[in-house]
């Protein structure tokens, strides 16, 4: 009896510490996904379009998040984000506070602009990101792994789809940036 009364005790033990553990593990999750902000585009740069249009993304919260099977949308097209292997260390995670730059494979934002060493470098798995940034409209949409809506951005027209009303247009050479950490 008091072998059984120990088993059933133990038990409910460990179901409580794994339900416990599940729970915490989950609200972390969706508290640290939540939160990945579109910071700053740049879709009209001086230099040729092609190889010079990024987007910095920002992770204002306490945990690091993996981007890997995260995936980027313009108003034609699909893009999963990648490790830079060739400008950065090929890592998909940003840490705490800190920054991510998307570029297209062939880019030359490296060469053309001044960018922290210690920003994290991905880019998208084409020659461009989606369909190539639109100078006069466009929008973007940032997804993790499960396809959820993470962040939005829009300029020039308000799409359907993307909430709230789009930014006003920039002169070309300039980057559309968020004026705070939020939405």
């Known amino acids: 009896m008091l072998k059984k009364n120990l088993y059933v005790r133990l038990s409910l033990l460990i179901f409580i510490l794994t339900f416990i553990f599940l729970l915490t593990n989950q609200i972390a999750v969706s508290d640290t996904q939540s939160n990945i902000l579109i910071n700053e585009i740049m879709y009209d740069p001086e230099q040729n ?10 992770n204002p919260t ?4 993996n981007l890997s099977g995260w995936s980027i949308t313009d108003n034609s097209a699909e893009d ?7 400008y950065g260390n090929g890592t ?8 991510a730059l998307i570029a297209d494979h062939e880019t030359k934002i490296y ?10 470098r991905l880019y998208v798995d084409d020659l461009n990101i989606g369909n190539g940034l639109g100078n006069t ?7 993790d792994t499960t ?18 009303s789009p930014a006003n247009l920039i002169d070309e050479g300039h980057s559309l940036c968020r004026h705070e950490d939020t939405d």
């Not at 306490?62 to 998040?65: D, F, K, P, Y």
């Not at 999963?80 to 060739?86: K, Y």
């Open 49 to 58: 379009d092609n190889y010079n249009e990024w987007i910095e993304l920002y």
């Open 62 to 65: 306490n945990h690091s998040i």
């Open 80 to 86: 999963f984000l990648e490790g830079d292997f060739e």
């Open 92 to 99: 998909t995670i940003i840490p705490p506070h800190r920054y």
């Open 111 to 120: 060469e053309n602009f001044s960018i922290p060493h210690n920003t994290i």
């Open 137 to 143: 409209n466009d929008k973007l949409i940032i997804k």
């Open 147 to 164: 396809g959820q809506i993470i962040d939005t951005a829009e300029w020039g027209i308000d799409y359907p789809d993307i909430p709230g």
